[in-house]
């Protein structure tokens, strides 16, 4: 694993510097996938330069991406779930939260995962049961004891037709947490508990590339992780995503109560 991972993190580091250039040349065309949500020509550029590198290292390999269409993969064989930009209405509004995500999955396990920030130069990796890393420094969650304490990231989808359900979560939780951050990424958020600057995140709406690779980030640097509701057991976990929390392990299961 330790190869591949090294050749994950060549991947995302190319790809997000092509997405940077895209952006610093004022080369970004916009359109609406489904009718709802943005896509830029640079989510089409790196999602095409992600998986021509892949394939030609590993051509029988499976691709499991945001930009394609067709999405019926057995994950017991190996699988590389991607998002070229994770973050696209950040990225395509000049905001620095948005990343390249790339995981690489075999027996329905994610094994390496990498985020990528290129505006903050900022590289998440790890391989499974080998640690969580920001740059060249092993990151840890931050250990709270108290929800009182804990600074808590969310999400929205991009279908605004269960507003009452989003609010009734967040009227619950933010009376009892530190604060409340709604940053845009969902793989950075994640990768910002392992790391500390968050204590918890979840979200309801959520696809497998947007947090494979950051869920085994977070859960080599020690944090919780789990579902507010039960999940459908006929989908690998390596593909799992809604309903997700991710949090330090002591405030986890107070979290999960609120969300429930």
Excluded at 96 to 111: D, F, K, L, P, T
Excluded at 138 to 148: A, N, P, R, S
Excluded at 213 to 235: Q, S, V, W
Aim: aromatic residues 8%; hydrophobic residues 40%.
């Amino acid at each position: 694993m330790i190869q591949l991972l090294q050749e994950t993190i060549q991947i995302a580091k190319r790809a997000g510097a092509r997405i940077k250039e895209l952006r610093e040349d004022n080369a970004l065309t916009e359109d609406m996938k489904y009718g709802v949500e943005l896509v830029t020509n640079a989510d089409l550029i790196s999602n095409e330069l992600i998986k021509n590198e892949i394939l030609r290292l590993y051509p029988g390999h499976q691709i499991l991406s945001e930009e394609d269409t067709g999405r019926n993969y057995d994950m017991d064989k190996p699988t590389w779930i991607i998002d070229p930009i994770d973050g696209t209405v950040n990225y395509a509004n000049g905001h620095y939260q948005a990343a390249i995500s790339i995981a690489y999955a075999e027996g329905n396990r994610v094994r390496v995962g990498v985020v990528y920030n290129p505006f903050l130069d900022e590289l998440f990796y790890a391989a499974e049961n080998s640690g969580a890393y920001l740059g060249v420094q092993k990151i840890h969650v931050k250990d709270i004891t108290e929800l009182g304490t804990a600074l808590v990231a969310t999400g929205f989808p991009y279908l605004k037709d269960n507003v009452p359900e989003i609010m009734g979560r967040l009227e619950r939780v933010w009376p009892k947490v530190r604060d409340i951050r709604r940053l845009g990424s969902a793989a950075l958020d994640i990768c910002w508990v392992a790391c500390g600057r968050l204590q918890g995140y979840y979200e309801a709406s959520l696809n497998a590339w947007d947090v494979a690779a950051a869920k085994l980030i977070a859960r080599e640097a020690g944090a919780a992780i789990g579902y507010f509701k039960e999940p459908d057991p006929a989908i690998p976990d390596c593909i799992q995503c809604n309903n997700l929390i991710v949090s330090s392990p002591r405030i986890y299961e107070t979290l999960k109560e609120l969300l429930m």
